[in-house]
């Protein structure tokens, strides 16, 4: 099984919709949570930490859930500029995992 | 200004040849690492180091070598036994307060 696995997409929704991605992994262990964002051919860039307490950002949601061993990343009112590839990245002891990334493309 | 630095940005190489990408940072971070990314998939840990003169292999180090001389720098090397070095390389240092990862804009290997 590997480490962090996500959904690899695509996801293509319309301008407007409301689209989540989950992303499990498998260390109990594992301290703390990102979700980052990498546009084609670029480098990750971090779009959220993920707490316990769940957090927002404007039309971005995150939450953890350590029971389920999963994180989620809900985007609200989709725009053009979202798509790109959203990567979960999951730290144990400084150890820094990636997903494999989802794949999202919003269309006019 | 403060960041990542990756050079070069594209490399070619012919088969056989050992190859050095570098990687400078100057926000005075203890963790670097090294990833690679092939077109369509994750990044995968190659190496990674928590402090200086110390590092650990991650999940796809046969073939590549580090150091970490200094604080600043960690450059990574491709050597002739990485037997599909044409990829993606990426860098990155880690934030003591957050965890946050910051990355170079990495470094397109090519084997001829």
């Known amino acids: 099984r590997k480490e962090v696995e996500q959904d690899p997409g695509p996801f293509n929704v319309p301008e407007g919709a409301t689209v989540a991605f989950n992303c499990t992994y498998s260390n109990s262990a594992s301290q703390s949570f990102f979700w980052y964002r990498q546009d084609c051919r670029k480098e990750p860039k971090l779009l959220m930490s993920?707490?316990?307490s769940g957090n927002e950002d404007g039309r971005f949601t995150a939450q953890l859930n350590r029971a389920s061993q999963y994180i989620s990343l809900l985007i609200r009112d989709s725009k053009l500029s979202d798509s790109a590839t959203y990567l979960c990245v999951v730290n144990n002891n400084n150890d820094m995992r990636f997903g494999a990334g989802t794949r999202l493309t919003v269309k006019p | 200004d403060g960041g990542i630095t990756q050079s070069p940005k594209y490399l070619f190489r012919k088969e056989g040849q050992n190859v050095t990408l570098s990687c400078e940072q100057n926000l005075n971070h203890d963790a670097m690492y090294w990833y690679r990314q092939d077109p369509g998939q994750g990044l995968r840990l190659i190496y990674y180091s928590q402090i200086v003169n110390d590092f650990q292999k991650g999940d796809i180090a046969e073939g590549y070598s580090v150091s970490r001389e200094k604080k600043e720098s960690f450059p990574l090397t491709v050597t002739s036994a990485q037997k599909n070095p044409t990829a993606f390389y990426l860098c990155a240092s880690q934030g003591w307060n957050t965890g946050e990862l910051f990355f170079g804009e990495g470094s397109r290997l090519t084997v001829l």
């Open positions: 993920v707490y316990s």
